[in-house]
C-alpha cells in the first residue's frame, strides 16, 4: 500500500481539516487512542507552524510499511522564509509563539522518527513518522 | 507484570473500592499510584487513557457520553503531557548546571582561601559568605618575615560567575607581590594596572588594604574607592570611620593612592568590610551603618571571631536568610 492524501493550509480551519484526515487515518491503522492523540496534535503543531509563519503550504500523510511494521508518515511542506537555525528550533525551551506551543521539539516526541530540511527563502519540509505498536 | 502494568492494576482496584465504598483508604492509594507514575514518567494521557480503560472494565456498560467525555479529557491532556517533559527536561538541565558551577565554586573557595595568620598582639576574625554559589569578594591575610600583618578586603562590583573569575586573577597577580615590603599605597597602585590591562573596562574592583606593624604599633591604610571600614577607639568608647579616598581599581593605569596611618592600643578594634554587609536590606529600605556599629557593640565583649559570626546571623536573619549581596567582615582586636 503507498497512497497518499494531503490537505492545504491557508487558513486556520484547514488546520481542522489536517487533523480530521490524520486521525481517520490513523484509527484505521489501528493506532490506540492515546496515539492517535498524540498524532493529531502533531499534525497540529506541524499545520500551525505553517499558517502562522509560512502563510501556506501543505500536510500530507502517507501510510508505510515494511516487513516487521506499518506506520503513518506525515509530510509538512511550505514554501516559506525557512529556518536559519535548525538546532535551535530543535532546542527545548525555544518557541516562537509565545512559549505555550509543542514546538517543534513536541512534534519530534509524539513522533517516533523526525527529519527536518529548511533553506532560507525557499521554505521548509519536515517528515515525521509514528509506529504502530 | 512490570511496574507499569502493576500500577495499572492497583489503580482498576482503587478506583473499584473507592466507587463503590467511598473509602479514604482507596483515595491514599490513588496518591501512592500517582507518586509511582510520576516516577515512572507515564504522561497525564496515559493516566487518563488508564482511567477510561479501568471505568470499561469495571462498568462495561459505561453510558457513551462519559466514555466521550473521557476521550475529550485525553486530547486536551496531551499539550500539558507534552509541557510537563519539556519542564522535567529543562529541570534536568538546570541541576547538571547546578552541579558544575557547584565544583567550580568548591574550586575557587579552595584556591582563594587565605588562612588566618596567629599572631600575639591581635585577635582576628573573618567571615565571607557569598549570596549565590560564587562569591565576589576577597579578602587575604600575609604574615611578612617582621611580624607585620597585611589584609586586604575587596568587592568587585557586580556578583556571580564573571566576578568570582576576576577576583581569581586579583589573587594571583598579589601573591607575586612582596606584599609585606611594600607601602600599601604602592600595593593598590601595581594592581590597579593590572586590573586596568586584564579585567573588562565594565568592571570595577574596590579594595582596602591594611598593613598592622607591630615594631610601630600602627595601622597603615590605602583605599581604592572602598566602602570605609571602622576604627574603635577604646580610649574615647568611640567608632571613627575609616577616611582614605582612592579612585577604584582599573580605571586609570597612572592613578596613584595615599597612605594613612592611625595608632592601634590595646583593646582597640578595626572593622574591615564588603558593601553586602552595609547594604543589607531589612523590606525596602538599607539598614544603616549605625545599626552595624550598635550590632557589634553588642558583641564586642567576645572574641573577634565570634563577634563577625554574630553580625552575619543577625543580619542573615533580618534579610530572611538570603543573602543580596556577598557579605564579608573582618574584625581585629588588639589584645596586648
Known amino acids: ?133 | 507484570m512490570d511496574t507499569k502494568d502493576l500500577d495499572a492494576k492497583s489503580y482498576t482496584d482503587f478506583l473499584k473500592r473507592y466507587i463503590e465504598t467511598r473509602d479514604e483508604q482507596a483515595l491514599y492509594g490513588a496518591e501512592q499510584v500517582s507518586k509511582s507514575f510520576i516516577k515512572n514518567q507515564i504522561s497525564p494521557e496515559e493516566i487518563v487513557h488508564l482511567h477510561i480503560q479501568s471505568l470499561l472494565e469495571i462498568y462495561p456498560e459505561i453510558q457513551d457520553q462519559i466514555q466521550l467525555s473521557m476521550n475529550f479529557l485525553l486530547e486536551a491532556m496531551i499539550a500539558y503531557g507534552l509541557a510537563h517533559q519539556e519542564y522535567q527536561l529543562l529541570r534536568e538541565k538546570q541541576l547538571r548546571i547546578k552541579s558544575e558551577i557547584d565544583v567550580a565554586a568548591g574550586m575557587q573557595s579552595m584556591l582563594m582561601q587565605s588562612e588566618v595568620p596567629n599572631t600575639d598582639e591581635l585577635d582576628i576574625g573573618v567571615i565571607s559568605v557569598p549570596a549565590n554559589q560564587m562569591n565576589g569578594d576577597y579578602h587575604h591575610f600575609v604574615k611578612g618575615k617582621d611580624g607585620a600583618i597585611s589584609i586586604a578586603i575587596a568587592d568587585i562590583i557586580g556578583k556571580g560567575i564573571p566576578a568570582a573569575l576576576s577576583m581569581s586573577m586579583i589573587k594571583y597577580a598579589m601573591d607575586s607581590f612582596p606584599e609585606s615590603e611594600m607601602s600599601t599605597n604602592a600595593i593598590l597602585a601595581s594592581l590597579n594596572r593590572v586590573v586596568e590591562r586584564n579585567v573588562d573596562p565594565s568592571m570595577f574592583i574596590t579594595m582596602f588594604y591594611a598593613q598592622y606593624k607591630p615594631d610601630t604599633g600602627k595601622l597603615y591604610y590605602s583605599s581604592a574607592g572602598h566602602e570605609p571600614g571602622f576604627y574603635y577607639s577604646n580610649k574615647t568608647k568611640s567608632f571613627h570611620e575609616f577616611e582614605a579616598k582612592g579612585l577604584v581599581l582599573g580605571v586609570d593605569p597612572d592613578t596613584t593612592y595615599v597612605q594613612s596611618e592611625i595608632d592601634i592600643e590595646k583593646d582597640d578594634m578595626v572593622i574591615l568590610l564588603t558593601d553586602g554587609v552595609t547594604e543589607c536590606r531589612k523590606g525596602d529600605t538599607f539598614i544603616e551603618r549605625d545599626e552595624l556599629l550598635e550590632v557589634i557593640k553588642t558583641y564586642m565583649h567576645l572574641p573577634a571571631q565570634d563577634i563577625v559570626n554574630h553580625v552575619y546571623r543577625y543580619f542573615e536573619r533580618i534579610q530572611n536568610f538570603q543573602l543580596r549581596d556577598d557579605f564579608t567582615l573582618v574584625i581585629l582586636k588588639k589584645v596586648v
Request: with cysteine; glycine share 12%.
Open chain 1, 1 to 133: 500500500m503507498n497512497s497518499q492524501s494531503c490537505v492545504s493550509i491557508q487558513k486556520e480551519w484547514d488546520i481542522v481539516a489536517a487533523r480530521q484526515m490524520g486521525r481517520e487515518i490513523a484509527k484505521q491503522l489501528g493506532f490506540g487512542t492515546v496515539d492517535q492523540a498524540r498524532i493529531t496534535t502533531a499534525i497540529s503543531e506541524l499545520a500551525r507552524n505553517i499558517y502562522l509563519y509560512a502563510g501556506e503550504g501543505q500536510i500530507c500523510f502517507e501510510i508505510v510499511e515494511t516487513l516487521e511494521q506499518k506506520g503513518m508518515t506525515i509530510v509538512a511542506t511550505d514554501s516559506g522564509p525557512g529556518i536559519e537555525d535548525l538546532s535551535l528550533v530543535m532546542q527545548d525551551g525555544y518557541t516562537t509563539s509565545g512559549g505555550l506551543g509543542a514546538g517543534l521539539p513536541g512534534v519530534r516526541r509524539l513522533m517516533d522518527d523526525f527529519d527536518m530540511e529548511s533553506e532560507v527563502g525557499h521554505g521548509t519540509r519536515i517528515v515525521t513518522t509514528k509506529w504502530v505498536r
